[in-house]
């Protein structure tokens, strides 16, 4: 089993709609980090997560971390063609090594 | 650019041959990872040097070696691989400690053996 669980694996969205993407671990979270991959290519960073609670924006896009630090959400608000891509969680959960989720797919149609 | 370079982008290689993956870093990063991502599967770690020594080896195959001369840069021999190797090899780079465990990755070698 993976040591992170991301939901939806994959989704299609109407351009200016917003969507929502989880990432669920059974271990505590000391950093989490969601990244951008465009197809093929490497990651993209877009945020980094430490505090439960916490919660960052960047342009459109919004995560947040819970306060028991197990759970994140990635959020886009009124989605573009340019959010299309392969959003992955990664988690710090052991001493130097990053964990990572299966990744979301995410699709928007104009 | 993320400061994470690795060459080739792309490479083809046959079974039998021995190729050599590199990655550069010029961020002063202590640790240095290979990633695997096959098609619909999680990226998985291969191997993590941190200040040089490797710290982490995934029950990666021995046809997979990699070496890290310095914090700079880090390599990963080929040689025998199988069709199911291709995949997208990342390379990435972090500070090595847990206040900063933040990565840089690079854009990756998309490997195809024949």
């Known amino acids: 089993s993976q040591e992170l669980e991301q939901s939806p694996q994959s989704l299609i969205v109407q351009e200016g709609k917003n969507l929502t993407i989880n990432c669920t671990s059974s271990?505590?979270?000391?950093?989490l980090y969601w990244y951008k991959q465009k197809y093929g290519e490497g990651l993209i960073f877009l945020m980094m997560?430490?505090?439960?609670?916490e919660e960052k924006s960047h342009e459109k896009i919004t995560a947040k971390l819970d306060e028991k630090k197990q759970q994140s959400s990635l959020h886009i608000t009124a989605s573009q063609p340019s959010h299309a891509g392969i959003y992955l969680c990664?988690?710090?959960?052991?001493?130097?090594?990053?964990?990572f989720g299966a990744g979301t797919t995410v699709t928007v149609r104009a | 650019e993320t400061g994470v370079t690795q060459t080739p982008r792309h490479l083809v290689m046959g079974m039998t041959n021995k190729k050599s993956l590199k990655c550069e870093q010029h961020?002063?990063?202590?640790?240095m990872y290979w990633y695997k991502q096959s098609a619909k599967k999680p990226l998985e770690l291969m191997f993590v040097?941190?200040?040089?020594?490797?710290?982490e080896n995934n029950s990666v195959p021995s046809r997979f070696s990699p070496e890290c001369p310095n914090s700079s840069h880090l390599f990963l021999h080929l040689h025998t691989l199988q069709p199911e190797d291709s995949a997208l090899y990342l390379c990435?780079?972090?500070?090595?400690?847990?206040?900063?465990?933040?990565?840089?990755f690079g854009q990756g070698t998309r490997l195809t053996v024949v």
């Open positions: 997560l430490q505090k439960g609670g």
């Open positions: 961020l002063g990063h202590n640790a």
């Open positions: 271990k505590t979270l000391y950093g």
């Open positions: 990435a780079s972090s500070q090595g400690d847990r206040e900063n465990t933040e990565a840089f």
């Open positions: 040097y941190n200040f040089k020594e490797q710290t």
């Open positions: 990664g988690a710090d959960l052991d001493d130097y090594k990053l964990s």
